[in-house]
């Protein structure tokens, strides 16, 4: 471009050089560049004026092909033209034929392949390199080290059988070359077996042109089926790579799918969960209502303990005779409030064990009826001495009369609001177990699913590897590379497969943990509600103790004894009618939990079946694979064979043509210049 050639003038007029007129023109008339691609092409160079050019092409410039055929290079003006480039990452395409370069040449073109990145093909037809052997061996060496360049051209270079071992050297070394063009030296036979050597090594050269360099043509055709066999491999792992990056799509939209199922689940179960939160809301706001009820009765009750403290209180202050009773009944309530925590007691352990609370039950009867009886005696005393008095306690009695009768009302509606309460409660525990086991069958439908596709999964999975067994059996010269290849897919596909398994199994238990963590709250939440029956039926039981105390005290008549007693003994049954129900329930509850763990067992065989089957169909792969794989090695040793039987032939016809090149005279062949 313009810009190249104002800074060449630049360069040559800072370094005092003599710009050549022929590039000048040159760049002039065709703009110095075509596109992309700087063409000098039969311009003899000077020293100077290649100094300037690597001065210009050390930085990155425009150019991505550069040609100096024909230039007649010296070897200083080579040397300095090639280290120009070391540092350049943008030119890809080098051509310098017919620039006769030597020793120095070779060298210098060995540091420039060690150091470059970026040179995709390099054109050094019509030079000397292969003259010294060891500027040659320099030059294969950065050949060697080189990772980039794909296209390399060595026509007409003299490079005699040395040479050729050396460049197999290099190529054993080296994995990019996949072009390389030696016609027209002087390889000879033995150039020709090193080739050949290096070749079964280097799995890059898909095109080896190699006429006209003495080599028998069996050597050719040996070297022409394995840069064939390059071809073909390089063409299997293209569709093996295809076809990694199918399978691996098909494996993301598996994953995605699941990803999808498992929010779905997750969603399902935040719904649940909401549900018995709404429901346990409304539970607790119906106990709070109840509660309130309950204290508005305890501030009822407390109002006529009170009155009757007052009451008492009169009465001592004007009968001394009832002090005796007085702390009578001080003992009787201390004695009942040691029964009630006793009772309380009790009935905290019947939770635990309800054959105990019964038996417990009977005795604290039998303990109340001695007290009662204990009570009668005491009763028939104070009769005596009450008789005066019972004018003044009329009227107390007929206040009483009326507050038990309000009281009785209210117990009754509280009993009536219990028992709805109960009712609601075993409703919810009835949803509660339909839900359990609607997500039971969830779960199990889920399972049936993964199953299915696990399944179909295999199923895919065994037809591809038959076609990858098929193609290894075509591919007998490419048999070992193919062969670590698919057994690498198959580790990956096993691997995903396990991966993948073990993922399904964990997502099952946790959602198994899941429903178990749900069932211990629903547990929880009931044994909760439970607590808050029993703790409102102390509480219930408590007032109604009381009642009947302050009856006794007030009354202190064997009547409202014995009406007392009747009423314990309702009590008593009712609480064991209570019990034996709330008994029958939570052994309903402990059936319900019995099913759930054994349909849990039975989903973990079902799983632990599942398992081993994928288990044993895995070895039952692996042993298919290693019989194939015993196969290949037995083709493989019958193909080592016949390459031997061949390598003997070649030896035996080398021998032949070596006697009958002795008996007759030798010609050199030589080729004109293109």
């Known amino acids: 471009m313009e810009d190249f050639r104002r800074t060449y003038l630049r360069l040559c007029k800072e370094g005092g050089v003599d710009p050549q007129e022929g590039v000048v023109a040159q760049l002039q008339e065709k703009g110095g560049t075509q596109g992309s691609r700087l063409d000098l092409n039969g311009q003899s160079l000077s020293a100077e004026t290649c100094s300037v050019l690597a001065r210009v092409l050390h930085n990155d410039t425009v150019f991505t092909e550069v040609s100096f055929s024909d230039c007649m290079l010296s070897e200083e003006g080579a040397k300095v033209l090639l ?3 070391f540092g350049n990452t943008t030119v890809k395409v080098l051509d310098l034929k017919g620039n006769n370069l030597r020793s120095k040449g070779a060298e210098v073109l060995a540091k420039l392949l060690a150091r470059n990145e970026t040179l995709r093909r390099l054109v050094l037809e019509w030079n000397a390199l292969g003259v010294w052997d060891e500027a040659f061996s320099l030059f294969c060496e950065g050949l060697a080290a080189n990772s980039a360049l794909t296209h390399l051209d060595l026509r007409n270079n ?42 079964q090594k280097n799995k890059s050269i898909v095109q080896l042109e190699i006429a006209g360099n003495n080599i028998p043509s069996d050597t050719l055709r040996a070297l022409e089926q394995s840069t064939g066999h390059n071809s073909d491999r390089q063409s299997s792992q293209r569709m093996s790579h295809s076809r990694t990056q199918v399978l691996s799509k098909e494996i993301n939209k598996l994953k995605e799918e699941k990803g999808r199922q498992f929010l779905n689940l997750m969603e399902t179960i935040d719904r649940q969960r909401d549900e018995m939160g709404h ?27 009170a009155k009757l403290q007052m009451t008492e209180a009169a009465l ?25 925590e006793r009772q309380s007691r009790e009935r905290r352990k019947e939770q635990e064990d309800s054959v105990l609370r019964e038996g417990k039950l ?4 039998q303990n109340l009826t001695e007290t009662n009886n204990q009570l009668r005696n005491k009763g028939e005393e104070t009769e005596r001495r009450c008789k005066s008095q019972q004018q003044q306690i009329f009227e107390v009695k007929q206040e009483l009369t009326n507050s038990t009768a309000e009281l009785k009302l209210r117990l009754a509606q509280a009993e009536d609001r219990l028992e709805i309460e109960k009712r609601r409660s075993k409703q919810a525990l009835e949803d509660m177990d339909g839900l359990r086991q609607k997500e039971v069958e969830h779960v199990n ?11 179909e999964r295999i199923f895919k999975l065994e037809g591809q590897r038959i076609q990858l067994e098929e193609e290894l059996s ?8 193919e062969r670590a290849q698919a057994e690498e897919e198959l580790g990956r596909v096993r691997a995903q497969v396990r991966l993948e398994e073990q993922e399904h199994v ?28 029993s703790e409102l039926q102390a509480k219930n039981s408590q007032q109604s103790i009381e009642m009947d105390g302050l009856k006794r005290r007030i009354e202190e008549l064997q009547q409202e004894l014995s009406g007392k007693d009747q009423e314990r003994v309702a009590e008593v049954s009712r609480v064991r009618v209570e019990l034996q129900e709330q008994i029958g329930h939570l052994q309903a509850e402990r059936t319900v939990q019995g099913g759930l763990k054994e349909k849990i067992s039975a989903l973990e065989r079902e799983i632990k079946v599942l398992s081993s089957n994928h288990r044993e169909a895995l070895l039952d792969k692996e042993s298919e694979m290693s019989s194939m794989l015993e196969k290949l090695r037995m083709k493989d040793a019958e193909i080592q064979r016949m390459r031997e039987d061949e390598a003997t032939r070649a030896s035996y016809l080398q021998s032949a043509i070596l006697t009958y090149v002795q008996g007759s005279p030798l010609g050199h062949f030589s080729s004109p210049k293109k």
């Open 158 to 199: 003299q490079i005699n059988h040395k040479g050729a071992s050396e460049l197999a050297l290099a190529l054993k070394r080296n994995n990019t070359i996949e072009v390389l063009d030696l016609r027209w030296n002087n390889l000879g036979l033995l150039g020709g077996r090193s080739l050949l050597e290096a070749l």
């Open 445 to 455: 439908r889920h399972l049936e699913e993964s199953e299915r596709t696990l399944q």
């Open 506 to 533: 964990s997502s099952l238990e946790e959602k198994l943990r899941s429903v178990r963590s749900s069932l211990q709250e629903v547990q929880l939440h009931c044994s909760q509600q439970k607590q808050t029956i």
């Open 316 to 340: 001592a202050l004007s009968e001394q005779k009832n002090h005796n009773m007085g702390e009578l009944l001080a003992r009787v309530k201390t004695e009942k409030d040691e029964q009630r």
């Open 83 to 85: 280290t120009g480039l």
């Open 279 to 305: 429901s346990n809301r409304s539970t607790s706001i119906q106990i709070g209502q109840l509660q309130e009820a309950l204290n508005e009765r305890k501030s009822a009750v407390n109002s006529l303990t």
């Open 474 to 481: 075509k591919a007998k010269a490419a048999c070992v590379t």
């Open 362 to 365: 009977l005795r604290e009867i």
